[in-house]
């Protein structure tokens, strides 16, 4: 199903875009050359109107074929339910995708009656009919933006993008859509062979030079817009099927460019001053150009292909190299005058080797002073670089949630306590026999590991240090595993932390039912303080001393057991919260443990009966609460890790 | 080599992790997915990462002996990325959603989860 779909799309943008491209071209190029020169070709004009003719036929019926095969689709691939369920009806009418074929239906209609009226002995009626012509020819070729990738976003930022890939499809149209009609132009010219002929060509090709120009820097502009909204990263553009296709696409885009400012620079200029034979420079300018067409062609059947695939941002990207960048290192003092001594060696070693190219009689000196520089500088350069595994790049598909960290709680249990021990601090039985030494889960260093990284060491092993769990755990196990070490490391630096201004720890995720209304997941407490209080048999008198106190303009949180009263707060009774949270508390006896969470989300602090300060007298309570709203928290390294893809 | 990819890979400082758009997921739902409740919801909502096309878009809720428990599934007009499913009076059990929706940009995506009602 898919490679007909790809056809009829990579068809549809290139019929569309040849179209649209000929307006484009008669009024901007085509035109004015025939005026400048006062050359009348009829037949030229012949030729552009079959063009026009039959690109829009093309259009039309692989639209129409693009159309179906969603219909079909649509109709679960039965015919009898797209005729029963009036499918392309309902598709037509009732979505954007619809709507937006309906618009460049109209406006091929009308630039169809344009063509009609574009006479081959005099051209367009007037200026006006040319111009109306090509901002229709615009608007065509603009609003395929509504029916693919482009029109997915919301907001202002979906705006953006919806701009960027209209504008982006406008430049295509201009360049690879006006090809046609140029090599059009200057094989007539040749055969022509007249001097005015030849010098409407000239003229012809540095018109579309110049407009080409601007297609090239709009095409890069908005190209690189889309890409960031479509693959996001590098990992992305590298480790994915859409990316890597893209990447294919930039690459023909690239040679397509290489063509063109061949014929810029390098046969343009050989055009004017006249007098000089122009027939052979216009030979090459068109075989040239017949290049650039060709390659445009292969990159419009991608743009086919790219549109029905999941865009990078939405696959796993698998990372090709064995380093990524990292910025980790410079967080040490010094490392950056380090860095940037190592770039600049390593910058002028270059230099001196491209000098030593070019000049004989400082060739050996400036080869030894390169070999210094870049044998003392190179080293240094591996500062920003972090071994990295195909994995990598992975983002982790639970959401950290206490269901997650619940569920890795127990795996862990399971699987890890033996080596890494009962906490993760790499103390379990069989520890001491074991070289090297298991690692500490709890250290520092397990926030500079990304999620991927974790991931690719849990499934493969470390050496003969740590053994695979990919055959005995399988993927989403992996990550909860993931989720329960960052809660386990965080809930040592909660435990360690002397008052609530230190931590910003990120809160796992959950949702809590209020009366009356409808439940809310953690997310949407955002904006207030949030005090978690778990109750338990011995928690009423608490209770009740908090539903009467005058509260800060936080929100209080009860987490109960199953078989208790209901109270007035918001609350939940889920038992994957009270496992997740036991690990901060560090015992399973949860009941009374007490938590802030600020208004950005953070988890800040925590209070258990007997610890001071003693969150049970009032006055206590709204310090700690003044204090978490007046002091942002430093959040924990690495806290992006969690960053969710969408 | 380490250098060689090194300065190959600085491009990547300047791409940040970007938001994604484009083919319909599910980005959260209420009741959770997996999740337990304690009180019988009177509505589903489904958030998704990208805008609907309420007319191909849909989701039915089922009880642990496979019959319909929901009155259907609208798309929100006022936030065409939400859905919410109205659902009858559930009893404790276990319940299984399946969603198939069209993103704005003519992608289907379907995809199934479940969560339990406790008791009262």
């Given at each position: 199903?898919?490679?007909?779909?790809?056809?009829?799309?990579?068809?549809?943008?290139?019929?569309?875009?040849?179209?649209?491209?000929?307006?484009?071209?008669?009024?901007?190029?085509?035109?004015?050359?025939?005026?400048?020169?006062?050359?009348?070709?009829?037949?030229?004009?012949?030729?552009?109107?079959?063009?026009?003719?039959?690109?829009?036929?093309?259009?039309?019926?692989?639209?129409?074929?693009?159309?179906?095969?969603?219909?079909?689709?649509?109709?679960?691939?039965?015919?009898?339910a797209l005729v029963s369920r009036a499918i392309p009806r309902t598709l037509l009418t009732e979505t954007q995708f619809g709507n937006d074929a309906l618009v460049r239906l109209g406006l091929a209609a009308l630039l169809s009656i344009c063509l009609i009226r574009f006479r081959p002995d005099r051209g367009w009626r007037s200026r006006w009919d040319g111009f109306l012509a090509s901002l229709l020819a615009a608007c065509l070729i603009a609003s395929l933006a509504w029916a693919g990738h482009g029109s997915a976003g919301s907001g202002a930022p979906g705006e953006l993008q919806l701009a960027a890939d209209a504008l982006h499809l406008l430049g295509a149209a201009g360049w690879v859509g006006g090809l046609p009609p140029l090599l059009l132009l200057l094989a007539f010219a040749r055969r022509t062979n007249d001097a005015?002929?030849?010098a409407m060509a000239a003229d012809a090709t540095w018109r579309f030079s110049q407009f080409g120009l601007i297609s090239v820097c709009a095409l890069l502009a908005t190209g690189i817009i889309n890409a960031y909204f479509l693959v996001g990263s590098v990992a992305g553009l590298v480790g994915t099927d859409y990316g890597r296709l893209l990447l294919a696409k930039v690459a023909l885009f690239a040679v397509m460019v290489l063509f063109a400012a061949a014929n810029r620079f390098g046969q343009l200029p050989r055009l004017f001053p006249p007098g000089r034979p122009r027939g052979a420079v216009l030979g090459r300018i068109e075989r040239n150009g017949l290049v650039e067409l060709g390659l445009g062609l292969a990159v419009l059947v991608i743009v086919g292909a790219l549109g029905t695939m999941p865009p990078a941002t939405h696959a796993q990207a698998w990372w090709p190299f064995p380093l990524r960048l990292s910025t980790d290192a410079l967080r040490e003092p010094g490392s950056w005058v380090e860095l940037a001594g190592a770039l600049a060696a390593v910058a002028v070693g270059v230099l001196a080797v491209l000098a030593a190219i070019f000049s004989t009689r400082w060739r050996w000196p400036l080869l030894a002073a390169a070999a210094v520089l870049l044998v003392w500088g190179t080293p240094h350069v591996s500062l920003i670089t972090a071994e990295a595994f195909p994995t990598s790049f992975f983002v982790s598909p639970?959401?950290?949630?206490?269901?997650?960290?619940?569920?890795?709680?127990?795996?862990?249990?399971?699987?890890?306590?033996?080596?890494?021990?009962?906490?993760?601090?790499?103390?379990?039985?069989?520890?001491?026999?074991?070289?090297?030494?298991?690692?500490?889960l709890t250290a520092e260093h397990i926030y500079g590991h990304s999620d991927g990284d974790l991931f690719w060491w849990i499934t493969n092993g470390i050496g003969e240090a740590?053994?695979?769990?990919?055959?005995?755990?399988?993927?989403?196990?992996?990550?909860?595993?993931?989720?329960?070490?960052?809660?386990?490391?965080?809930?040592?630096?909660?435990?360690?932390?002397?008052?609530?201004?230190?931590?910003?720890?990120?809160?796992?995720?959950?949702?809590?039912?209020?009366?009356?209304?409808?439940?809310?997941?953690?997310?949407?407490?955002?904006?207030?303080?949030?005090?978690?209080?778990?109750?338990?048999?011995?928690?009423?008198?608490?209770?009740?001393?908090?539903?009467?106190?005058?509260?800060?303009?936080?929100a209080t949180i009860v987490v109960r057991p199953e078989a208790s009263e209901p109270t007035a707060f918001c609350e939940t009774r889920d038992p994957d919260v009270i496992a997740a949270f036991a690990l901060y508390r560090g015992a399973d006896a949860i009941d009374g443990t007490e938590f802030l969470v600020d208004a950005s989300g953070w988890l800040r602090s925590m209070w258990f009966p007997g610890?001071?300060?003693?969150?049970?007298?009032?006055?206590?309570?709204?310090?700690?609460?003044?204090?978490?709203?007046?002091?942002?928290?430093?959040p924990r390294p690495a806290a992006g890790a969690h960053l969710h893809a969408h | 080599m380490r250098t060689i990819a090194a300065i190959a890979l600085l491009?990547?400082?300047?791409?940040?992790?970007?938001?994604?758009?484009?083919?319909?997921?599910?980005?959260?739902?209420?009741?959770?997915?997996?999740?337990?409740?304690?009180?019988?919801?009177?509505?589903?909502?489904?958030?998704?990462?990208?805008?609907?096309?309420?007319?191909?878009s849909g989701a039915e809720v089922r009880d642990s002996a496979g019959a319909r428990v929901d009155q259907g599934g609208r798309v929100d007009p006022a936030n065409r990325s939400l859905m919410r499913v109205s659902l009858r009076p559930l009893r404790p059990g276990s319940y299984k959603v399946h969603w198939r929706v069209l993103s704005v940009d003519t992608h289907t995506t379907e995809g199934s989860f479940s969560f339990q009602v406790g008791g009262p």
């Open positions: 199903m898919t490679e007909p779909l790809v056809i009829a799309r990579a068809v549809h943008f290139a019929s569309t875009a040849t179209f649209a491209g000929l307006f484009l071209f008669l009024f901007l190029v085509g035109e004015p050359a025939f005026r400048a020169s006062r050359c009348t070709p009829g037949i030229l004009r012949k030729r552009f109107l079959a063009v026009g003719w039959i690109s829009l036929e093309l259009a039309l019926a692989s639209g129409a074929a693009w159309f179906l095969l969603l219909a079909f689709d649509l109709a679960g691939r039965s015919w009898d005015s002929a030849l639970t959401g950290y949630s206490t269901g997650s960290i619940a569920v890795g709680r127990a795996l862990f249990a399971g699987n890890c306590v033996s080596c890494h021990g009962a906490s993760g601090r790499g103390d379990g039985p069989v520890a001491k026999d074991l070289r090297p030494p298991p690692a500490d740590m053994p695979p769990f990919g055959a005995v755990l399988d993927a989403t196990a992996r990550w909860n595993l993931i989720d329960f070490l960052h809660a386990n490391a965080d809930a040592r630096r909660l435990s360690e932390a002397a008052d609530a201004t230190g931590v910003a720890l990120p809160l796992p995720e959950f949702s809590v039912e209020c009366r009356d209304g409808p439940s809310l997941s953690t997310d949407q407490l955002r904006g207030n303080v949030v005090h978690l209080v778990f109750a338990g048999p011995a928690s009423t008198t608490r209770l009740r001393q908090l539903a009467s106190a005058k509260t800060n303009g936080e610890r001071r300060p003693d969150w049970e007298k009032p006055e206590i309570l709204a310090g700690q609460i003044a204090a978490i709203r007046h002091t942002p928290g430093r | 491009p990547a400082l300047l791409f940040a992790a970007a938001p994604a758009r484009a083919h319909a997921f599910l980005d959260r739902a209420e009741p959770r997915v997996g999740s337990s409740v304690s009180s019988p919801p009177r509505q589903l909502s489904l958030w998704f990462t990208q805008n609907l096309e309420p007319a191909f």
